[in-house]
């Protein structure tokens, strides 16, 4: 089954210690993309890769890292998590072809709690 | 810069009736393109359609309809006799054909709960 999935789902931590969000897409897709959603806001972009060792900023990503070894996996790292990450984070995918946007699938998010 | 609007934050309607979820977008380029998504009760998040600027036919796929104008920046979706099970958040996203980079803008959702 075609798919994107992240873990873990659910993580509640303390402010400070570093975690590891992993996203895994089993569908050869060259792009993948990390958003928050946050009530109100809609979702915004935290980081995106084109392929491997290819990262850009997105819109908000102070505090956040990323990287990209191989095609199927884009972890999101936060070094030093503080309250405000708290949110509902989704990993995306997606095909890339020249100027052709394609349609985004979603993994089935995290939702991070920071105390 | 890109932006979307979907100033309906929650609509209540009752089983059966036709509803209207509007998108405005905002974009200074001429190729781009415009998706709707469903997040359901559940959260994950659900493609339901991609459309390109330079295709302004409306679509239909069953109960779901979607109205594109570019004279009006607007990208609305219809729900035709809606059922409960269509109640969830509809996002609209707006991603500009840059480059290949493929940066997707939400608007900020809207709730749409269907009573029986």
């Known amino acids: 089954e075609a798919q994107v999935t992240q873990n873990p789902r659910y993580l509640i931590t303390v402010t400070g210690k570093k975690l590891t969000v992993t996203c895994s897409q089993n569908?050869?897709?060259?792009?993948m993309s990390w958003y928050r959603q946050d009530p109100g806001l809609g979702l915004r972009q935290i980081y995106y890769?084109?392929?491997?060792?290819?990262?850009d900023k997105g819109d908000v990503p102070e505090g956040y890292k990323v990287s990209r070894k191989e095609k199927r996996n884009f972890p999101l790292i936060l070094e030093s998590p503080s309250p405000n990450q708290t949110s509902l984070y989704f990993c995306?995918?997606?095909?890339?072809?020249?100027?052709?946007?394609?349609?985004?699938?979603f993994g089935p998010g995290t939702r991070l709690t920071v105390t | 810069a890109q932006k979307v609007t979907q100033a309906q934050t929650e609509i209540s309607v009752v089983e059966k009736e036709d509803v209207t979820l509007d998108c405005v977008y905002e974009?200074?380029?001429?190729?781009?393109?415009l998706f709707w998504y469903k997040q359901p009760p559940s959260g994950e998040l659900v493609f339901l359609i991609r459309?390109?600027?330079?295709?302004?036919q409306n679509e239909i796929s069953g109960r779901y309809s979607w109205n594109f104008q570019k004279s009006t920046s607007s990208f609305n979706f219809t729900i035709t006799a809606s059922q409960v099970v269509d109640s969830a958040v509809y996002f609209c996203?707006?991603?500009?054909?840059?480059?290949?980079?493929?940066?997707?803008?939400f608007g900020q959702g809207t709730r749409l709960t269907i009573n029986p």
């Open positions: 995306a995918s997606s095909f890339v072809g020249g100027t052709v946007t394609y349609e985004q699938y």
């Open positions: 569908m050869n897709h060259e792009y």
């Open positions: 890769s084109m392929n491997v060792e290819v990262t």
């Open positions: 974009t200074r380029d001429t190729t781009y393109y």
């Open positions: 459309r390109n600027s330079f295709d302004e």
């Open positions: 996203a707006l991603s500009e054909a840059f480059q290949g980079a493929q940066k997707l803008v």
